[in-house]
């Protein structure tokens, strides 16, 4: 499944993204943002069950009440079905 989500309230302004049907990441790249942040985010989410990097992400601050991060797991959390 491909994701192209827009971001609220950050620097980033889209993340793209790419979980394989067993709900893991294989690709991950944001446009936007701090450089060294959004690509340190991507690289660790690699290989990561989507479920997990929004159990990880979700709700991380910077400003405006979210971040790079958080926006990751809101978007994944759009995305894809809710874990039974």
């Known amino acids: 499944m ?3 989500y827009k971001t609220r309230g950050t620097c980033s302004r889209r993340i793209h993204i790419t979980v394989n049907d067993a709900g893991v990441i294989e690709q991950c790249a944001f446009e936007g943002g701090c450089p ?3 690509q340190g985010v991507a690289a660790l989410c690699l290989g990561r069950r989507a ?3 929004i159990a990880l992400c979700r709700g991380i601050q910077c ?3 979210t971040s ?3 926006q990751l797991a809101r978007a994944l ?3 894809l079905p809710a874990e039974a």
Request: glycine share 12%; hydrophobic share 15%.
């Open 51 to 53: 479920q997990d990097v």
């Open 68 to 70: 790079c991060p958080d």
């Open 36 to 38: 060294g942040n959004t």
């Open 77 to 79: 959390q759009e995305a």
């Open 63 to 65: 400003r405006n009440g």
């Open 2 to 4: 491909e994701i192209h």
